[in-house]
């Protein structure tokens, strides 16, 4: 069975095994336009399409050919009837748009073959577009009378004059031609025709007497009709098809050269040699500001659907999209939850976005280093990416991240650590030592704390706490058990009575707590601070159940309190009923609202903060207003003035 070469004969399934083996593309380009009155207006893409598949054929499979582009620029022709001229900046785009979709399909190596003059700047900028938007693919471009080996070839067999005898429709591209198809070469028409006024610095020739030089380095296309009589420049009457058979091996060969070192050449690692760390500048990717609606976005979360930090962030999207809708703005999105908190079904969630040709995602990270590489692939697909729950971390320092929204996840363990201690007996507004009384909109973050707390160094405060973290090692509860402690450690009466992993989830919270009653008797606990408030839902049920749960805020009181991080309507009606002391707020309406925000502003070419902090801070009895239902957020302005 022969092996198919052709790209459109390919099906989807091939498509991917096509970029499995790393198969070399080519793309032949041409142009519609007069070559004299012996020539059909074929010449220059027929001649590169055949020159193309005949090479392709020598690899065996290895090398495909796309269907070719036959129309090219040539408006400075239109003088003579039957070309088809296509704007520089519309045949450039098109370009453009067929090699972006096979990077994007995933393959690596494309190598543009153009076959006729004038299309050469063009076909040049569009292969090195595409090296901008893909970094980790290799584009490359040449035109058939650069090969070498042609060059050689046609010297030896040259009978034309020189300058001039070879330009177009001449001895070159008529031997070519006759080679390929001399039913359709009228040579009775074919004359000599090199009347353009030729000098030391204006001149035109395919091939050269002393290579490379193949024309003056004064360039200028003047209107056709100035330089040609009969719209060839050359002589055609020296063709034979016994050259056009050598011009074409040797240009074959030459080819075959080229693919040959192409698809070996390796692909080396972008290294930024700027003295401070500066995000990729526009030119690094194609620019978003001319994208049709609707724009496209992704959300992806590793928590559950039901889940109320999968659900509230979704819900301020959808409030942001329709406030984006009256202002013309038309947004689609595209979300993904997770069954678990398994970092390997988010990547393949991203992976699925990626194929939706989104222009922008949403990512609430699992964790951070599993993720790195397909939120680079993201990146490099021109996908602008928002992190959200996470501020500027240093494992994505390389990453050109659109925007952070987010938290220092540190900073909000140590905010849990304070209200644990303000409960407990130090300075605060919790528990039964209560030296302020803040108002309902103020902020109790962690410079309230710290102005509490500092430099006063005699501090006595006691009781027994338990931690249940999320899933041990990951970043996020690393981080926060990392602040949780570093505060605590800070009063040696506080005795830790045990770390336990609840893995995020509220059912492994609920058997945790449990096995915390069963290992600790009564009074034996004063606090447990749950990491996030799905998991803490779990343990209140228990502590409930069990008649363990202390709802008088008050430490002296029987049972176990409770404290815990996120902020949902649910959690701040446990803590007007006091099932809950207090929470540390993690904004989950900020990071939908913004998120869609700062991914569509940054789709459109507006600027967007690099870093949205949320400022994590308490929640407790006396602010819950200052969070939901109508949590303040700012007026977004969508379109730029």
Avoid at 79 to 87: A, E, N
Avoid at 114 to 139: F, K, M, T, W
Avoid at 276 to 291: C, L, T, W
């Amino acid at each position: 069975m022969t092996e198919n070469i052709r790209y459109e004969k390919l099906t989807w399934p091939e498509v991917n095994e096509a970029v499995k083996e790393n198969k070399v593309i080519l793309l032949p380009i041409g142009s519609i336009e007069d070559h004299a009155r012996h020539l059909p207006l074929d010449s220059d893409s027929f001649i590169v399409t055949e020159v193309c598949r005949r090479v392709t054929a020598f690899f065996r499979g290895q090398v495909l050919v796309m269907p070719p582009v036959v129309y090219g620029y040539h408006p400075y022709r239109m003088d003579f009837p039957g070309g088809i001229t296509i704007s520089w900046e519309v045949f450039t785009k098109l370009l453009e748009e067929i090699t972006l979709c096979l990077a994007h399909h995933g393959f690596k190596k494309i190598l543009l073959i153009n076959g006729h003059g004038s299309n050469h700047p063009l076909v040049q900028i569009a292969a090195r577009r595409v090296i901008l938007e893909y970094p980790d693919v290799q584009c490359a471009m040449l035109s058939l009378w650069e090969i070498e080996e042609f060059q050689d070839a046609f010297r030896e067999v040259r009978e034309s004059e020189y300058p001039g005898g070879a330009s177009h429709a001449g001895e070159v591209e008529t031997s070519i031609y006759l080679a390929l198809a001399s039913e359709n070469v009228k040579m009775a028409e074919a004359t000599k025709d090199i009347s353009f006024p030729k000098s030391k610095y204006f001149y035109t020739d395919l091939a050269s007497e002393k290579s490379p030089k193949t024309s003056t380095p004064v360039k200028m296309m003047e209107w056709w009709s100035t330089l040609s009589k009969t719209g060839a420049i050359g002589d055609p009457t020296k063709a034979t098809k016994g050259k056009g058979i050598i011009l074409l091996n040797a240009m074959e060969e030459g080819l075959r050269k080229i693919i040959t070192d192409f698809k070996d050449r390796p692909v080396r690692e972008i290294k930024d040699k700027h003295i401070h760390k500066v995000d990729a500048p526009s030119f690094y990717r194609h620019s978003k500001k001319q994208i049709q609606h609707p724009i496209k976005i992704g959300y992806t979360s590793p928590e559950m659907e039901s889940s109320d930090v999968y659900r509230i962030p979704m819900e301020f999207m959808y409030k942001a999209i329709a406030d984006a809708k009256k202002a013309d703005l038309e947004i689609n999105i595209s979300c993904k939850s997770s069954p678990s908190h398994d970092h390997k079904y988010q990547v393949q969630s991203i992976k699925r976005l990626i194929q939706l040709g989104i222009d922008a995602l949403i990512i609430h990270p699992a964790d951070l280093k599993p993720l790195k590489p397909i939120i680079q692939r993201a990146i490099e697909s021109g996908i602008y990416v928002v992190l959200v729950n996470l501020l500027k971390t240093e494992e994505y320092a390389d990453l050109n991240i659109t925007s952070y929204i987010g938290f220092d996840n540190y900073i909000s363990g140590q905010l849990s650590a304070y209200a644990t201690v303000d409960y407990l007996g130090g300075p605060g507004s919790l528990g039964r030592n209560k030296t302020e009384s803040p108002s309902v909109d103020s902020y109790l973050d962690i410079d309230w704390y710290k102005s509490l707390y500092f430099p006063k160094h005699d501090i006595e405060v006691a009781g027994n706490v338990v931690i249940i973290e999320g899933i041990p090692g990951s970043f996020t509860s690393t981080e926060r058990l990392k602040g949780f402690r570093d505060v605590i450690d800070n009063f040696p009466s506080i005795v830790l009575k045990g770390i336990y992993p609840g893995y995020w989830s509220p059912k492994k919270a609920s058997e945790i707590t449990e096995k915390i009653l069963n290992e600790h008797p009564e009074e034996e606990v004063d606090v447990i601070w749950v990491a996030c408030n799905d998991m803490a839902f779990g343990v209140i049920e228990v502590l409930e159940k069990n008649g363990r749960l202390n709802q008088e805020r008050q430490p002296d009181a029987q049972g176990i309190a409770m404290i815990t991080n996120d902020g949902t309507p649910k959690s701040l009606k446990m803590i007007e009923q006091g099932k809950i002391i207090a929470e540390t707020w993690h904004g989950f309406p900020e990071w939908g609202w913004h998120g869609v925000e700062f991914a569509t502003k940054a789709v459109q070419g507006q600027s967007v903060p690099a870093i949205f902090d949320i400022v994590p801070r308490i929640e407790f009895s006396g602010n819950i207003a200052q969070f939901f239902p109508n949590p303040k957020l700012s007026e977004i302005l969508w379109r730029e003035s």
